[in-house]
């Protein structure tokens, strides 16, 4: 031991990273390691992971298998009330698991008002805020109508929503059209420039795209993201290949079924304004992908991660329409001049579906832009993704990172290993103010909360 | 000695991958350097070039700052002969050094029958050839016309072509739009098929992109080129997302100044149809801010690097109009079912005006697809570009690697560390079947050739 101690330390450190940055910083040598504990779950339920382990992790292949096969097209557009299954006029739809307006967070408040004001259901704010706290509309997620939001994820009767459809089990999914940054409807803003946003969206837009996209005869998604990967997108926090693709699968039919040549130059500027376009695509292409791989009997494999601005909430295929939620936490995040993280809202939105589906913060290596802007290296990325491979049930058949040699993407996040390894999955997200009305605030990244987990896990067991 | 070999022996191998091979074959350890040894000049040369070091090196930074603050718009369109300086009816450019009749490769005698036959000079191709070989016409090199062509790079009178102004400097460079692949002009093609969709792009398509240009006021390439890197592509041989973000910025012009939506429509689809359009425009942006490098006394700096089939040949900053050539290679590539190295020409097109600008392979690290049809990995790519730094005179301040942390590319080709290192310039290439008529047979990558480097290097000394 004396020995030992003469001659200069050299440490391999475990588990705590400010240990080893102290050794560093006292001029010593240390080579970190991460690992965590595993999180705490009843010794009953490990027997029982232990005990289906095999039922289990072919249940897991075969939700996985689902997932993979998954074909999601791009067939047309309708109206909320007339597409969505359940929809009705005083149904509004919001991200996230289940929450009553005394729960809901500022900018899902704000998206509420600009909905009811949208819908001509109030005149003012005021008389908006008043009828939603009266009990006056219902609330679902959109999650359990086959729908998904990004941020609010605000859905209401008279919006317009894409519909994908996944021709290889027929399940569809819905999402209404991108609005861009800013001052949007999905981070709570609910001005009359919002309010007159949406309703060019439905008015202009939305009649234009959907006669380009029944000439069309459908745009594959699976192989535009697919392609997107391949031009640095994760197709969440990035989308500008995944938009560029988009108009160029659909600028032609746009053109051709037009009815004149100013509404196609103004539904085509409007696209090309958003790099954010393609996410209100991605979104309901996993959505759908994922509702296909529901209800394996003993799946541990998630088929659902959303954020309500509250609570941040999951589905195992294994535990039918189940709820699993904790606290949603505040990202890190680039804050647009004049916010800091005192202004921003915790983590909100279905765009976490993007992550279930094996994209996202799991594909973040595709995309080492992102990891920049919150003082990240390419190499970060790289790990990141790296780390998702020990959470993932497998890995994506189509979709590949370039910079790992055209690796498939780690897919299908399995709770049972998020457990054992206390390897939570890793989310790229934008962050809303947390008061009403205002709008986005910044972009970054977050770690999903340990407690659904365990709470997923000891619900299958 | 007796000692050393009685252990195994571990060897560290510099120079020859071979002896590095034949030590792991046998069950040896071995790590290999990669070393050359510099190429063989004259001493009377090495002493001027140490006497010359701290001049040259201040040249060189000269040429490079003309480089980087060059800002390649692409401001109209224009036919080749009202177009280009020194344009006659009688004279057809090709791509790389000057050659006569006699010595062109199979490619560029068939793109120049074709062009013949474009030009109406000429009823059948035995008829053009004839012309061609009796001195009817008389041949230069597109770089002696502001003028850059891909591979055969035949530019005849009535060609349109893309004017791209240096805004920084007053330069202008020229160059045709791109036909798309497989049977083209440019791979040496000429039947009917070739000539009738030259003639589309002369009467429907030019006419249109000229008028949306010119209501755009001007698009600037160099910050397409930088996003373009961004998203997969080194603007060589993957142009994808370079020509989605033209198609992004043109489109909306194209709509509003279009006769009717049906031409719109048409020439959208042709640029859709073709992920290399962007190549065309890549090209005569390097060309712009390469020409504002010229004419730097005592620069070893490349302003030009250019392959006519038969020869490679490069002009430095610093020996004015000065060709050094030596004898083009060839490429290795992934073929076309059907073809091997057998069927291909030699490494030809001005297209490597791109990696003398610091992109193409010297940015193959942004897009390692490249890499991978022929064989290689991500990591092979990572490493062409590192390489690429030994010979670069700096890094790119707009240009960017996403891979290495958004390094700017090596860029400005330092004949003299050409020369010294014994590293050639990694070149990415399409491949032309030797015969005139056939056309593309496959892409790939190629060295330079050492030769014109030596005799540059002595031509400066």
């Known amino acids: 031991m004396t020995d030992l101690l003469s001659k200069p330390v050299r440490v391999i450190n ?43 992790n072919e249940a897991n292949q075969e939700a996985l298998q689902r997932l993979q096969r ?71 997620p959109c999650h359990e109508h086959a729908t998904v939001g990004p941020m609010a994820g605000v859905v209401s009767a008279s919006m317009p929503v894409f ?64 392609q997107a990967l391949h031009m640095g997108d994760e197709v969440h926090n990035r989308n500008r290949a995944g938009t560029s693709l988009f108009l160029r699968a659909i600028t032609p039919w746009l053109v051709r079924t037009a009815t004149d040549l100013e509404t196609a130059a103004s539904v085509i500027d409007f696209i090309n304004g958003n790099d954010h376009f393609f996410l209100n695509l991605s979104m309901p292409a996993c959505k759908a992908s994922l509702d296909a791989a529901r209800n394996v009997e003993g799946s541990s494999m998630l088929v659902c991660m959303a954020r309500n601005g509250t609570d941040f909430g999951i589905q195992l295929s294994g535990t039918g329409n189940a709820w699993f939620t904790g606290p949603a936490l505040v990202p890190d995040a680039l804050f647009f001049a004049g916010y800091t993280k005192d202004d921003a809202n915790p983590d909100i939105g279905d765009s976490a579906i993007t992550e279930t589906a094996g994209l996202g913060g799991f594909a973040i290596a595709a995309a080492p832009a992102i990891v920049q802007f919150v003082g990240g290296s390419a190499g970060d990325a790289m790990n990141y993704t790296l780390e ?48 009403a009305g205002v709008g986005q605030v910044g972009a970054g990244v977050v770690s999903a909360p340990m407690d659904p987990f365990i709470k997923a896990v000891e619900g299958l067991a």
Request: charged content about 20%; overall charge negative; hydrophobic content about 45%.
């Open 70 to 140: 998954a074909k999601p097209v791009l067939t047309g557009m309708g109206v909320a009330l007339d597409t969505i299954p359940g929809m009705a006029k005083n149904l509004f739809l919001h991200a996230g698991p289940p929450i009553t307006w005394d729960h809901m967070c500022g900018p899902m408040r704000g998206a509420m008002i600009g909905a009811v004001l949208y819908e001509g259901l109030a005149d003012t704010p005021e008389a908006a805020e008043e009828q939603l706290a009266s009990g006056a509309y219902r609330f679902a």
């Open 163 to 226: 519909i994908v459809e996944n021709q290889a089990d027929g399940n569809r999914a819905y999402c209404t059209q991108n609005e861009g940054l800013g001052k949007v409807l999905r981070y709570g803003a609910y001005s009359d420039e919002v309010v007159k946003r949406l309703k060019w969206m439905e008015e202009v837009m939305y009649p234009a795209l959907q006669k380009a996209l029944q000439a069309s005869g459908g745009i594959d998604l699976k192989n535009l993201i697919a």
């Open 388 to 435: 998702m491979y020990e959470i993932a049930v497998g890995e994506n058949g189509v979709f590949q990172i370039p910079a790992l040699d055209f690796r498939g993407t780690p897919t299908g996040i399995d709770a049972v290993q998020v457990v054992r390894k206390g390897i939570v999955p890793f989310i790229d997200t934008g962050v809303a103010h947390k008061d």
């Open 14 to 56: 475990v588990g705590i990273e400010e240990f080893d940055a102290n050794i560093r910083a006292s001029g010593g040598v240390s080579q970190h390691v991460q690992w965590r504990p595993p999180a705490p779950i009843a010794a009953a339920t490990l027997r029982k992971l232990m005990e289906t382990e095999t039922a289990r």
